[in-house]
């Protein structure tokens, strides 16, 4: 499969429960990302890797943790979550350098949390 | 850091019609603009880009204008068709390449 692949599409989790949330990219693209999509806030940057290295975490909660064990694959390890962390989470990837255009995203999960 | 303000938030157009979306942006040494198109239920998708070293870029029916003076950058959609509909993302890219994004706008195409 080409482009971004994101597994589960669908998540329901009760607030005690640990889930991970999946991505891998086909595009040999060196960064990946971590997006929060919801009605109030519509494209939050939550981590940034690059290189496998993590650049970036946007004063996210403890109970989110990424983890990028190679330049293809990211997780977002999910644990004792909020009702308020109900939303669509967005993984992306781009090249950075020369071969920059922007981001290439996946279909997203769709979380929810009860 | 840069900042990138979006508007309108929703934006209503009869088919048929043209539709613009206006971004300014505050960091002049940004240099990438790409805009995103996201459709219901669906993820965000890259519709057209320009460079600061070009100051518009057509595909079709829609076009992309870019002035650096006044940092500000629009989307122009011709013709607009029902498939239109969707919310549309600006960003800016800043010296790191990491997108700075606007709240997006809503544009609802009416029959």
């Known amino acids: 499969e080409t482009g971004v692949t994101q597994t589960p599409r669908h998540l329901v989790m009760g607030m005690t429960n640990k889930k991970s949330l999946k991505c891998e990219q086909h595009?040999?693209?060196?960064?990946m990302y971590w997006y929060k999509q919801s009605a109030k806030k519509p494209l939050e940057l939550m981590f940034v890797?690059?290189?496998?290295?993590?650049?970036e975490n946007n004063s996210v909660p403890s109970r989110f943790s990424p983890e990028c064990p190679n330049s293809s694959h990211l997780f977002l390890h999910l644990h004792t979550l909020q009702p308020e962390d109900s939303a669509l989470y967005l993984c992306?990837?781009?090249?950075?350098?020369?071969?920059?255009?922007?981001?290439?995203f996946g279909s997203g999960t769709r979380l929810t949390v009860v | 850091g840069e900042n990138v303000e979006q508007h309108p938030s929703t934006l209503s157009v009869q088919e048929g019609d043209s539709a613009v979306i206006k971004c300014t942006y505050s960091?002049?040494?940004?240099?990438?603009f790409p805009w995103y198109k996201q459709e219901l239920g669906k993820r965000p998708q890259l519709i057209i880009d320009?460079?600061?070293n070009v100051g518009e870029k057509k595909d079709q029916r829609i076009a992309v204008t870019l002035n650096k003076t006044a940092k500000h950058f629009s989307l122009h959609i011709t013709e607009t068709q029902p498939e239109d509909s969707a919310v549309y993302f600006c960003?800016?890219?800043?010296?790191?390449?990491?997108?700075?994004w606007g709240a997006g706008t809503k544009l609802i195409i009416k029959p």
């Open positions: 992306a990837s781009s090249q950075l350098g020369q071969g920059f255009y922007g981001y290439t």
């Open positions: 595009l040999g693209h060196n960064a």
């Open positions: 890797y690059s290189l496998e290295e993590r650049v």
């Open positions: 960091d002049s040494a940004s240099n990438y």
């Open positions: 320009i460079r600061s």
């Open positions: 960003a800016a890219s800043d010296s790191n390449y990491q997108l700075i």
